[in-house]
């Protein structure tokens, strides 16, 4: 009876550890697409500037700059962009590249 038991619990575990594990496997690999749209990109570091035209320059690990216009939820996010600006805080941008190669962010975190 014990044996059973302890049996059972274990396949239970192991069952609720694979579930987690393929969900959370499923959640990275989609995640992105799922929220951004399939042709958006990622760069991450920490916006330096917020113009008056909407656009951001973000400073990469390495030491680029990269220049971005605002779109979308990214307009939204003034507010949230500039607190970034005045912490240092590290940044996500998730842009779009146009035809013309103009980075257009449409999320930034």
């Given amino acids: 009876m014990f044996f059973s038991r302890t049996n059972a619990f274990f396949l239970a575990f192991i069952c609720i550890l694979l579930l987690s594990w393929g969900c959370i496997t499923l959640v ?4 992105t697409t799922v929220t951004h749209g399939r042709n958006v990109l990622h760069d991450d570091g920490v916006v330096v500037t917020l113009d008056q035209n909407q656009d951001l320059v973000l400073l990469k690990a390495d030491g680029a700059r990269v ?3 605002c779109a ?3 307009l939204v996010e003034r507010d949230h962009i500039v607190r970034h600006i005045r912490e240092h805080a590290h940044t996500d941008v998730y842009y779009v590249e146009t035809p013309d190669n103009m980075l257009v962010a449409t999320d930034v975190d």
């Fill in 67 to 69: 220049q971005f216009r």
């Fill in 28 to 31: 990275q690999t989609i995640g």
């Fill in 72 to 74: 979308g939820r990214c």
